[in-house]
Each structure stands twice: as C-alpha cells, then as structure tokens.
C-alpha cells in the first residue's frame, strides 16, 4: 500500500510530488498522455515569476527535469477510475490495479462536452476504457471515439475479441489500425439504446448498430474517475487545504478552478501534498494507537 497516488502529470502533480519526495513519502506519479496539458501550447509564459518569457514547452520540460532529478518517477499510465475502498483508494489504470492511502488529483481542466446519450448509457454499454470492460464485449460490435492516438491501442485489442470495430477519430493524423477495424471520418451526434443498454451510435452520415461504445478523452470527467466527488461550476469543490469532499482526497491546479495559471497549479500541488503528508501521518498515529 502506497502513501499516495498522485494523479496527473502537469505542473500541479509535479509539484505535488516533488515535496511528498522531500518529505520521504512512498507514492506514484500517473502522469497519463504527457502532450495533453494545455501548458505545451503555450507559446510564451510570462506571469511567471523568474522564468519570464519561456515557451510552456520550456517551462514543462524544465518542471519535469526537476522532479525527475530528485528521484521522481512519471509513469506514463492514466487512471480510468479510483474506487474509495473505505480508508484506502484502489485505482484502476487499464492494465494495473495501485491501492493508496491517499489521493492527490491534478487532472487539469476536465469539463467535457458530452455526447447525447452518454450520461444515461455510462456503464451500460458505454465506457471510458476499452481494456477494462472490452471483455464485456466479446463476439460482439463495438465503436471507438477518440480524441487521440491512445484510441488505436485500445481499438486493436477491441479487434481481437469483438465481430466488428469502428474507429472514429476526432483528431487528423493516420491511426494505425489493424485491417478489420472500420476507420469513419464522421462527425457522432447521439448514442442511442432502449434504456437499458446501447442499441447504437449515430453519426451525421448513419446509424451503426454497436452493443458498446467506448470514449477515448483526452481528460477524464473529474466526477467520472471518483464517484461522490463534489463539484462547484464543473471544479473539483476544495477547502484552503485542497481537501475535496471525500476523506483522504486532495486537489489541485486546473481540476479545482479558476483562475487557470501556472503559479496556482504549482502553490495548491505544494498545499496538496503537505495536506496529504499530515492526513497520512495522522492516520499512521491512530492506526499505531488501536492495534
Ligand atoms: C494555450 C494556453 C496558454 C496558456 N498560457 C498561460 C500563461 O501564459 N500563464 C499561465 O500561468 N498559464 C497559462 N496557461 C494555463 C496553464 O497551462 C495551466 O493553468 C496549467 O498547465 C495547469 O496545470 P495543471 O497541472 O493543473 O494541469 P495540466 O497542465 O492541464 O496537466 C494535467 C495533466 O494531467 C494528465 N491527466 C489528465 N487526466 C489524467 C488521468 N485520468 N490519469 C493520469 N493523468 C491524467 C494530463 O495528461 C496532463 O499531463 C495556458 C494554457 C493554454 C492552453
């Protein structure tokens, strides 16, 4: 059992973990698709303060060569979804389980666009992670949309156990795909279902008749990784300490609100972690006082 499973790998998380390693904590950095945070868009940074005027490219870089530098791992896994197990947190990364005391989210900004039909058919035929319910599925027909190339991987596996795979892009480069996946480059306006299950999926060209669709985003909903997670305007709802509403979670940068800057990622990762190194600590005391 981990001290701590740092979720993200932003500048928030890599704050965050920087000082769980100063203050000798046992953790893990699931750091997720490092070319998504916003910050590598970035072409000029210059409210922060001392590094005036590096691209956001610069800056990461330099962030991540830090942690890295003081013995910081940034594993590349995601985290589909984190289970309270009362009193400590199992998360579920696709192809790993971690358990953890604690937990620290620094997912950035997560307010997806939904599609039609996905909140009422969410784990009734539509999910977020095809190597995690793909099984599901097996001799049956499944769709991929995805925002980005992590989709190819999880429609390969899909191929080797389902009749029949549609992949639909949201992004302009290549997939590599295995032949007996249907690439269509079309826009998905709904999924449909009788209200118990996903019936089928329907795009501005036609209906594909699907069992599962699954959604590769490149942020996962904050509520959708841990249920309960109170939100305040889409944010993940945090006090001065970066608690959230669950025991033993923390929050931190973008997933907890404006305003959207480098300066507050990096104070509330700091904040987070130290508020995660007391709750770990106080939990260990009353651990040693009833045994
Ligand atoms: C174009 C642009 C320009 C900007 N310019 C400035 C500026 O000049 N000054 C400024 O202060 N700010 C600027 N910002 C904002 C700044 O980039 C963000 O405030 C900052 O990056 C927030 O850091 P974060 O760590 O909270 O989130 P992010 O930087 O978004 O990092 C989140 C990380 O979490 C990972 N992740 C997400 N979900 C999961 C999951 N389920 N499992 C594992 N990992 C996951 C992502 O892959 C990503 O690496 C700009 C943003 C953009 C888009």
């Known amino acids: ?17 920087l000082n769980l390693k100063i203050r000798n904590k046992d953790f893990i950095l699931l750091g997720g698709n490092e070319k998504v945070t916003g910050l ?9 303060l001392g590094l005036k005027g590096m691209s956001g490219t610069e800056l990461l870089k330099g962030f991540r060569e830090h942690a890295i530098s003081m013995g910081v791992e940034i594993r590349k896994e995601k985290a589909y979804n984190i289970l309270d197990m009362g009193g400590y947190f199992s998360i579920n990364t696709g192809n790993e389980f971690y358990e953890a005391t604690s937990i620290i989210i620094a997912t950035g900004q997560g307010k997806a666009k939904y599609y039609e039909g996905e909140k009422e058919y ?3 035929g539509i999910g977020y992670c095809a190597t995690c319910d793909g099984p599901l599925y097996r001799n049956k027909s499944a769709a991929i949309i995805a925002e980005n190339e992590e989709g ?5 596996f899909l191929s080797e156990i389902c009749s029949e795979v549609y992949y639909i892009p949201a992004y302009r ?4 795909l295995r032949e007996n996946i249907k690439l269509l480059r079309e826009k998905v306006n709904a999924i449909k279902g009788d209200g118990n299950r996903v019936q089928s999926l329907m795009t501005d060209r036609r209906e594909l008749q699907v069992d599962a669709v699954f959604i590769i985003r490149n942020i996962i909903p904050v509520n959708q990784l841990i249920e309960g997670l109170e939100l305040d305007e889409g944010s ?3 006090d001065k300490n970066m608690a959230a509403s669950i025991e033993g979670v923390f929050a931190c940068g973008d997933c907890a609100g404006k305003p959207y800057q480098i300066a507050k990622a990096i104070g509330e990762g700091n904040v987070a972690s ?3 190194v007391r709750y770990i600590e106080k939990k260990n ?5 009833n045994t």
């Open 1 to 17: 059992m981990m001290d701590v499973a740092i979720i993200g790998g932003g500048p928030a998380a890599l704050s965050a973990a």
């Open 40 to 48: 590598m868009k970035a072409p000029q940074i210059d409210n922060y």
């Open 122 to 124: 969410l784990g009734k």
């Open 152 to 156: 190819e991987e999880e429609a390969n």
């Open 173 to 176: 480069t290549e997939p590599k």
């Open 236 to 238: 993940i709802r945090v």
């Open 274 to 276: 130290l508020s995660a």
């Open 285 to 289: 005391i009353d651990n040693n006082v």
